[in-house]
C-alpha cells in the first residue's frame, strides 16, 4: 500500500498571504496525484490532478507541483473561501489519501 | 449537469446490513469507473471501493473486503455498495465518486454523501 503523508497537520495563514501545502508518498507515483479541497458539510471537491493540472473551474490561484515522492499544492494568495481541509490523493496503485491539512486563519 | 446522489443510509445495528444506491446524472454513466470513499465522523477520507465501467473489475480496500460489495446496474445509472456484517468502525458519510477518465484516475465529481450510523 503506498502511503501518503501530508504536513503540516494544520497551516495558520492571512487572507491574501501564500499557502504552501506538502504532500509526500511512501513510494514513486510519477504524477498520479489529486488535491481537494474539502469544507465543513460538503463532499471534496477536486482541485488538481495529474499532479499539476487545475480541473475545471478552479482559480488560477491554485496550482499543483512535483513528480515522483514529492508534491506541492500552493495557493498564490489566499481568499476567505479558501480556508478548508485540503487531501492529497495518490492513483498509481490503487487509491489513498493524505490525512489532511487544515488551512485556517 | 453532472450530478451523482446517494440514498440508502441510516441506523444500523452491528452485524446487520445496509445497501447503498448512487443515482448517476448528465453523463454516460456506463462510460466511467466509480468508486466509494467513505469519512468518519471527524476524520480524513478513506478509499471503500472501486468498480470499472462494465463491470469487469472490482477492488476493495482491506477494511471492508469480504463484506462490501460494489456493483452497477448502467441500465438504471446507478451505483450501488451492499455492507453486511457492519461493525462500529464503518459508521462514517459515504460518497460516490466517478473518476475523471481512465480507471486508475482522480476523482471529478462526487455525490453529497448519504450517512450510515452503526449502532
Known amino acids: 500500500e503506498i502511503l501518503m503523508t501530508q504536513s503540516p497537520d494544520t497551516l495558520s495563514v492571512s487572507p491574501g498571504e501564500r499557502a504552501t501545502l506538502s504532500c509526500r508518498a511512501s513510494?514513486?507515483?510519477?504524477?498520479?496525484l489529486a488535491w481537494y479541497q474539502q469544507k465543513p458539510g460538503q463532499p471534496p471537491r477536486l482541485l488538481i490532478y495529474?499532479?499539476?493540472t487545475r480541473a475545471a473551474g478552479v482559480p488560477a490561484r491554485f496550482s499543483g507541483s512535483g513528480s515522483g515522492t514529492e508534491f506541492t499544492l500552493t495557493i498564490s494568495s489566499l481568499q476567505s473561501e479558501d480556508f478548508a481541509v485540503y487531501y492529497c490523493?495518490?492513483?498509481?496503485?490503487?487509491?489513498?489519501f493524505g490525512q489532511g491539512t487544515r488551512v485556517q486563519i | 449537469q453532472v450530478q451523482l446522489v446517494e440514498s440508502g443510509g441510516g441506523v444500523v445495528q452491528p452485524g446487520g446490513s445496509l445497501r447503498l444506491s448512487c443515482a448517476a446524472s448528465?453523463?454516460?454513466?456506463?462510460?466511467?469507473?466509480m468508486h466509494w470513499v467513505r469519512q468518519a465522523p471527524g476524520k480524513g477520507l478513506e478509499w471503500v471501493a472501486f468498480?470499472?465501467?462494465?463491470?469487469?473489475?472490482?477492488y476493495y480496500s482491506d477494511s471492508v473486503k469480504g463484506r462490501f460489495t460494489i456493483s452497477r446496474d448502467n441500465s438504471k445509472n446507478t451505483l450501488y455498495l451492499q455492507m453486511n456484517r457492519l461493525g462500529d468502525e464503518d459508521t462514517a458519510v459515504y460518497y460516490c465518486?466517478?473518476?475523471?477518465?481512465?480507471?486508475?484516475?482522480?476523482?471529478?465529481?462526487w455525490g453529497q454523501g448519504t450517512t450510515v450510523t452503526v449502532s
Open positions: 495529474a499532479a499539476s
Open positions: 468498480i470499472r465501467s462494465d463491470a469487469s473489475n472490482e
Open positions: 490523493q495518490q492513483y498509481h496503485n490503487w487509491w489513498t
Open positions: 513510494q514513486s507515483i510519477t504524477s498520479n
Open positions: 465518486a466517478k473518476v475523471v477518465r481512465y480507471s486508475y484516475d482522480a476523482f471529478d465529481v
Open positions: 448528465g453523463f454516460t454513466f456506463s462510460s466511467y469507473s
